[in-house]
C-alpha cells in the first residue's frame, strides 16, 4: 500500500531557527505538493512540482519559505528564519491525474 | 470572497440520519470537484469526486449544480465512524494546470449514538 511518508511528524523549535520538513512522494506520482493548514485558513497551498520542475510557489512567503526537489524521491520544505505565525500543520501531497494523496503532515509548533 | 465557501458547522446528528452539505464555488471556469474527508489530526483522503449527472457511492451522493455553482453532499443512514470534516475541493481550469486543487475549510460532521 504505497504511501507519502513525512518527516519529522512533529517539530518544536523557537523563532529564528531553520525548519526543514522532508517529503517522500508515492514512487511514479508527477507531481508533488506542499500545503499549510491552520484552523483560521484552512488548507492553503504553498508551492508544487510537476516531473521535479517548480511550477507554482505563488502561496509561499518568498523571503523565508523555499522549496525543492533535489530527486524524485525528496521534496522539502525550508523555513528560514521560523516565526511564530509559520505555526501549523504542513502536508505534502503527491499526485497523478486529479487525486492527490496526502502525507500524514509535519505540525510544526514555533515559540 | 472565498473561491470555495463552505458552513462550518458542527453538524450534530443522531445515527441514522440523513445529513446534507452544500459549498459553493467563485470561478466559473472550475472543471473538476470533490469531496475530501479529514478526520480529526489526520491528512484529507479524497471520499468521492463529483460527477455533473450526480454520483452515487453506498451511502453518499454528491451533486453539482454548474448554473448554480454549488455542489451538494449527502449522506444517507449516517454511521458513527462517518464524524470528521469534510472538504469541498474544486479543481481550477484556466492555465492547464492539472492538479491544482482549491480546498474549503471544510464542514465539521459529529454524529452521536
Known amino acids: 500500500d504505497a504511501r507519502v511518508t513525512q518527516t519529522p511528524r512533529h517539530k518544536v523549535t523557537e523563532m529564528g531557527q531553520e525548519v526543514t520538513m522532508r517529503c517522500q512522494p508515492i514512487?511514479?506520482?508527477?507531481?508533488v505538493f506542499w500545503y499549510r493548514q491552520t484552523m483560521m485558513q484552512g488548507l492553503e497551498l504553498l508551492a508544487y512540482?510537476?516531473?521535479?520542475?517548480?511550477?507554482?510557489d505563488s502561496g509561499m512567503p518568498k523571503d523565508r519559505f523555499s522549496a525543492e526537489m533535489p530527486d524524485a524521491t525528496l521534496a522539502t520544505l525550508k523555513i528560514q528564519p521560523s516565526e511564530p505565525r509559520d505555526s501549523a500543520v504542513y502536508f505534502c501531497?503527491?499526485?497523478?491525474?486529479?487525486?492527490?494523496?496526502f502525507g500524514p503532515g509535519t505540525r510544526l509548533t514555533v515559540t | 470572497r472565498k473561491e470555495v465557501e463552505q458552513d462550518p458547522g458542527p453538524f450534530n446528528v443522531p445515527e441514522g440520519a440523513t445529513v446534507a452539505f452544500n459549498c459553493t464555488y467563485s470561478?466559473?471556469?472550475?472543471?473538476?470537484f470533490f469531496w475530501y474527508r479529514q478526520d480529526c489530526r489526520k491528512e484529507p483522503k479524497l471520499l468521492m469526486s463529483?460527477?455533473?449527472s450526480g454520483n452515487e457511492d453506498g451511502r453518499f451522493t454528491a451533486q453539482l449544480n454548474r448554473a448554480s455553482q454549488y455542489i451538494s453532499l449527502l449522506i444517507r443512514d449516517s454511521k458513527l465512524s462517518d464524524s470528521a470534516t469534510y472538504l469541498c475541493?474544486?479543481?481550477?481550469?484556466?492555465?492547464?494546470?492539472?492538479?491544482?486543487?482549491?480546498f474549503g475549510k471544510g464542514t465539521k460532521l459529529s454524529v452521536k449514538p
Open positions: 512540482f510537476r516531473n521535479r520542475a517548480p511550477l507554482d
Open positions: 463529483v460527477y455533473s
Open positions: 470561478n466559473s471556469a472550475s472543471q473538476s
Open positions: 475541493v474544486v479543481r481550477r481550469g484556466a492555465g492547464g494546470s492539472q492538479g491544482n486543487l482549491i
Open positions: 514512487l511514479g506520482h508527477n507531481t
Open positions: 501531497a503527491s499526485g497523478q491525474n486529479y487525486e492527490q494523496y
